[in-house]
């Protein structure tokens, strides 16, 4: 089955034209700002990139706990499935362009076998509705703590930067307006959906049973969306502290805390928005030096900050596939 997966996930022209052009943004960006800078950086954090790649461990496995949280009774996993099913979700959905539509269902499919394929479906939405709304707030955070904390350029790239602002604010109200509608009225959506398609018409009820599950979920166990809620909350704190450590390593002085955060949200906004371009090639490094000079640092720092969390995101990218090819040989 993960094997399956692997294969469906594929690489599509798509995936290909987007890698390319950003990995030629990629060169661009190095070259307009200095290759030799950029390696200095890279060296000034030596073994201290282990550290980086620890917290990212880490932030995987608040996302395995709290997927585990949100699984209903009976159904159980164990943390170390749970974390290998996140590694591998994540490193399919960073390779190819669809992104979550390839990472989440192989998360399911990896434990198939260990807990019910239904349950881990319906504690995967209810996980990902509890990171896109922690998602959400972080960045509307973000732009806000901008917004007031920063004077933006008077020209085209601070109307730009107050235009994401305010439309990321808005995004985030609309979204949490939108949650809280839905647990209320608990509309049939993808049921409905699928009454309108001969063929997918024989799974509707089973499917409106998983949304009836997917909703009550909240109401049925407090404690649990509390519990996952925090890990969701500690995945994102983590991540500033990533950006804190990176950082301390590149200048050899602590940064702000108010810094870090923002970086970090430019970093969540970038991966929300660019989730169609394999690994963000590219995209994250010009996005974050860009970034970079709006809040006062140089835009050297921003490209090796940047760098320094590629090289931690390519490697859980080959730990998730190699577990992915051990799968894949055990299965066969």
Not at 12 to 29: C, E, F, K, N
Not at 58 to 74: G, H, K, M, N, T
Not at 180 to 197: C, D, I, K, T
Request: proline share 4%; aromatic share 8%.
């Amino acid at each position: 089955m993960t094997r399956t997966v692997v294969q469906r996930a594929g690489f599509s022209l798509t995936g290909i034209v987007t890698a390319i052009a950003g990995l030629a943004l990629l060169v661009w960006v190095i070259t307009a700002i200095g290759a030799a800078e950029i390696v200095a950086d890279v060296r000034q954090v030596g073994w201290g990139i282990a550290g980086v790649i620890a917290i990212g461990g880490l932030r995987f496995l608040l996302r395995a706990i709290a997927w585990r949280v949100c699984l209903d009774d009976p159904a159980a996993l164990s943390i170390s499935d749970a974390f290998e099913a996140v590694i591998c979700g994540d490193a399919l959905g960073n390779v190819t362009p669809l992104g979550p539509l390839v990472g989440e269902p192989a998360k399911a499919a990896f434990v198939r076998g260990r807990v019910p394929l239904a349950s881990a479906v319906a504690a995967l939405a209810i996980e990902n509705v509890l990171y896109t709304l922690s998602a959400a707030a972080m960045i509307a955070a973000g732009m806000i703590a901008l917004l007031l904390r920063f004077e933006l350029p008077q020209n085209s790239t601070g109307a730009v930067m107050r235009g994401v602002g305010e439309i990321a604010i808005a995004a985030t109200i609309g979204l949490f307006a939108a949650a809280l509608w839905m647990l209320w009225r608990q509309p049939a959506l993808v049921s409905r959906a699928l009454g309108f398609a001969p063929r997918l018409r024989s799974h509707a009820r089973r499917i409106r049973d998983l949304e009836i599950e997917i909703y009550s979920f909240a109401s049925r166990y407090p404690g649990r969306v509390l519990a996952a809620s925090a890990g969701e909350v500690g995945f994102h704190a983590l991540g500033v502290a990533e950006v804190y450590l990176t950082l301390l390593l590149l200048s050899g002085s602590p940064p702000s805390l108010v810094t870090s955060f923002l970086l970090e949200t430019a970093n969540r906004l970038l991966t929300v928005v660019f989730k169609f371009v394999p690994l963000r090639l590219g995209v994250d490094e010009a996005g974050t030096a860009g970034f970079a000079t709006i809040i006062g640092l140089p835009a050297k720092t921003g490209l090796s900050l940047a760098i320094v969390r590629k090289v931690r995101v390519l490697f859980w990218a080959a730990a998730g596939g190699a577990l992915l090819v051990r799968r894949g040989v055990r299965r066969g």
